[in-house]
């Protein structure tokens, strides 16, 4: 079985974490976890079924992204492309699987991101569409954020940001964003005339 990055280093025998056997190449660091050995680890996790939620100081963890992370990669059990699922974060990168054999492979390094968010538990929901949908609803969110703090300052992008959530879960908080528009569209044209 040879490294689907480095193609023609062959992988060795490992175990991640004393748990569950895997092969790994010695010249990126990658890890091969197979789906055998992966769902069976998978079944005695208490948290295996369920998605964490992303919060938004989880999506600025930062780290140092392989340089393979970005290339293309055969499946080292059944020679077919690994598809790509993209976990954005500070530092994006994607985490493969072959949607033939269902095995696993991690860049280095990564396998200690998908622990940390509590990802590590359930890799095969991250290639779900409804999954992809939210990871980029949160990515632009967090663009909108920075552009608010960038646009505002920190001061006041946080006390519009609280009142914007405050607003949002308030039964008549359309009715507070109607005010302000027309309290900062009022002086919006009054600064700047036709």
């Not at 860049?107 to 538990?121: M, N």
Request: net charge positive; proline share 6%.
């Amino acid at each position: 079985m040879q490294c689907p990055k480095c193609r023609k280093v062959p992988l060795l025998d490992g175990y991640l974490e004393h748990q569950f056997a895997v092969k790994y190449c010695q010249e990126c660091k990658g890890t091969w976890i197979p789906a055998k050995e992966y769902e069976a680890w998978q079944a005695h996790q208490p948290s295996a079924q369920r998605m964490p939620e992303l919060t938004p100081n989880s999506l600025n963890v930062n780290f140092v992204k392989s340089p393979f992370d970005t290339k293309a990669a055969l499946c080292p059990e059944c020679q077919r492309y690994l598809s790509r699922a993209k976990v954005n974060l500070k530092t994006p990168f994607y985490v493969e699987r072959c949607s033939h054999c269902r095995g696993i492979w991690c860049d280095y390094g990564e396998w200690d991101i998908l622990e940390s968010l509590g990802l590590h538990t359930v890799i095969e929901q991250l290639f779900t569409n409804e999954w992809q949908s939210k990871a980029r609803e949160q990515h632009l969110w967090q663009k909108e954020r920075q552009a608010t703090v960038d646009k505002l300052g920190s001061e006041l992008a946080a006390q519009v940001i609280e009142l914007g959530e405050k607003l949002a879960e308030h039964p008549n908080g359309d009715f507070g964003v109607a005010y302000l528009m027309r309290r900062v569209g009022g002086n919006w044209q009054r600064h700047n005339p036709k």
